[in-house]
Nanobody, 118 residues
């Protein structure tokens, strides 16, 4: 599966952005899709995840501000980000996990930069 992330950019504090992650094939076979983010010299952190049965979980600092969703018709996952803060500045990556038997196959998209300016 190839993933293409997009939607990053420069936004002011309090603004909104919507990130997209387009998959090269049907996401019906994907067990979980996630957004991660990374800033220089820090580990990549999980921001939000959605499973095939629709369960979601979020990083505490983004709860109530970010919403993860997916559109099966478009084979695309989204991250709606609102009330953005400077600390949300990072490169955001999308990830897809497919479980086949006892194997987990993980796919990463390229990053998209989000910059929140004060």
């Amino acid at each position: 599966v190839q993933l293409q992330a997009s939607g990053g950019g420069l936004v002011q504090v309090g603004g909104s952005l919507r990130l997209s992650c387009a998959a090269s094939e049907s996401i019906f076979s994907i067990d979980a899709m996630s957004w991660y983010r990374q800033v220089p010299e820090k580990q990549r952190e999980l921001v939000a995840q959605i499973t095939s049965d629709g369960r979601t979980n979020y990083l505490d600092s983004v709860k109530g501000r970010f919403t993860i969703s997916r559109d099966y018709a478009k084979n695309t996952m989204f991250l709606q980000m609102t009330t953005l803060k400077p600390e949300d500045t990072a490169v955001y990556y999308c990830k897809a996990d497919r479980v086949t038997g006892r194997e987990i196959y993980t796919y990463w998209g390229q990053g998209t930069l989000v910059t929140v300016s004060s």
